[in-house]
């Protein structure tokens, strides 16, 4: 099955810096990835996703690229605010009805003042 | 719009009892599932659903046990709690796919003693 590695699993850094989290999966038939950031206490809400067909996307603060070669994307946050601090998952799966979404195990992002 | 509803919150439970989680969406999704969250490890798939009728297992199935009588509710069933069990759990439902889920619900949070 499919395999999803996330690093680092925690990052700090300073507002207004920005921040990258990375991710590899396993299995090359994998064609979406989605991102999912996670407050304390609160519901995993999907922030951005990529499907194979493309190489990057942006959505204002956030961008996600996607190299299809070497099986690795990754989370982008420019201009990093103290209310993007939270946990950031990154995922994986082949899109059609029941194939499932393999999650990594996490990046903790602390934004400082 | 409520979105993908969880009941209990929270529960606490003594080993061997059993109990259901339950989870409502209305957007009229064809595509539920249940997760479950531990620290560490991220979300795992314990079932899955693609439609009124229709279940399957995920990746930590055993112990628990679904049902998917309507369109809008999947509920989640656990037969003899364990400590094992103690975990956060999230419902989610998407559109488009088991893996590519659009909306979480607020989780509920359980112990098993």
């Known amino acids: 099955g499919e395999n999803v590695e996330q690093h680092p699993s925690t990052l700090s850094v300073q507002e207004g810096d920005s921040a990258v989290i990375k991710c590899t999966y396993s299995d090359s038939a994998s064609n979406y990835f989605p991102w999912y950031k996670q407050e304390l206490g609160k519901r995993p809400q999907l922030i951005i996703d990529i499907r194979s067909n493309v190489g990057e996307k942006k959505d204002q603060r956030i961008a996600v690229t996607l190299n299809k070669t070497a099986k690795h994307f990754s989370l982008h946050i420019t201009e990093t605010q103290p209310e993007d601090s939270a946990v950031y998952f990154c995922?994986?799966?082949?899109?059609?009805?029941?194939?499932?979404?393999?999650f990594g195990t996490g990046t903790q992002l602390k934004v400082e003042l | 719009n409520a979105g993908v509803t969880q009941t209990p919150k929270f529960q606490v439970l003594k080993t061997g009892q059993s109990m259901t989680l339950q989870c409502a969406q209305d957007?009229?999704?064809?595509?539920m599932s249940w997760y479950r969250q531990d620290p560490g490890m991220g979300l795992r798939l314990i079932h899955y659903?693609?439609?009124?009728?229709?279940?399957d297992q995920g990746e930590v199935p055993n112990g628990y046990n679904v049902s998917r009588s309507t369109t809008e509710d999947f509920p989640l069933r656990l037969l003899s709690a364990a400590p094992s069990q103690t975990s956060v759990y999230f419902c989610?439902?998407?559109?488009?796919?088991?893996?590519?889920?659009?909306?979480f619900g607020d989780g509920t949070r359980l112990s098993i003693l």
């Open positions: 659903s693609v439609g009124a009728g229709i279940t």
């Open positions: 995922a994986a799966s082949i899109t059609g009805g029941g194939n499932k979404l393999t």
């Open positions: 957007m009229n999704h064809e595509y």
């Open positions: 989610a439902s998407s559109y488009s796919g088991v893996g590519q889920p659009q909306h």
